[in-house]
């Protein structure tokens, strides 16, 4: 059975989060809240939740995985970018985007579009997750929390406890989370192309 954690929206209980990240440490797939919708998370080498998130979501290998990072400096280590786009993200972080960008050795090759070496990269602006990234102290390997059979994320922790129970190892609840991912911008070829509009607007990738 998965372990609920009720934490405070803008003020997180250290306890909760140092509780939480243990878990992640020693191997633990989590659903968490963001600043657009609920989130699988896990450490970045945990191969093994990287195959119960391929389970749960029916995904395939040519799907993007997420590095979600607590900053800009973090981010950087991880991606390749010029300086326009360094300009272009600087401007847009923290929020609700995704971007598309070539990966760095940082990242593992399991995580890779396996022909375009990309992998997304976000940075939330929601105090929870921060606040985890933070006390983690690397990113957390994440893609949005759509089910199979479901047109919309779920929103709610006790739903998500209810239907991933025994998939999932913890449920992060802070409130009722939004329905909208993100905007997913590709940046790989150097200019932006908006792959999925969501809650981040996307007039300036236009």
């Known amino acids: 059975m998965a ?3 009720d934490v405070h929206p803008q003020d997180p209980q250290p306890r909760a989060v140092g509780q939480i ?17 609920y989130a699988l998370g896990a450490q970045l080498g945990n191969r093994e939740a990287l195959d119960r998130i391929r389970t749960i979501r029916h995904l395939n290998d040519k799907h993007h995985f997420t590095l979600m990072c607590s900053s800009f400096a ?12 360094f300009r272009s993200l600087k401007a847009a972080t923290p929020g609700s985007y995704t971007f598309i960008l070539k990966a760095t050795p940082e990242v593992p090759r399991r995580l890779l579009h396996p ?23 690397e990113p957390l390997l994440s893609t949005t929390l759509l089910l199979p059979d479901q047109e919309e994320p779920l929103t709610q922790g006790w739903e998500i406890k209810e239907r991933l129970d025994h998939q999932v ?5 802070s409130g009722e ?15 932006p192309e908006i792959l999925r509009v969501g809650m981040g607007d996307p007039t300036p990738f236009e």
Request: hydrophobic fraction near 45%; glycine fraction near 10%.
């Open 74 to 85: 973090q981010l950087g280590q991880f991606v390749e970018m010029g300086n326009a786009v």
């Open 177 to 191: 989370c939004g329905t909208e991912p993100t905007t997913v911008v590709d940046f790989s070829s150097g200019v």
């Open 21 to 37: 990240v243990e878990m992640l440490q020693q191997g633990a797939l989590i659903a968490y809240p963001t600043d657009s919708c």
């Open 115 to 137: 022909k375009k070496k990309t992998v997304g990269v976000r940075i939330p602006d929601n105090a929870v997750v921060q606040s985890l990234l933070s006390a983690l102290g």
């Open 3 to 5: 372990r609920f954690f």
């Open 169 to 173: 190892d913890a449920v992060v609840d």
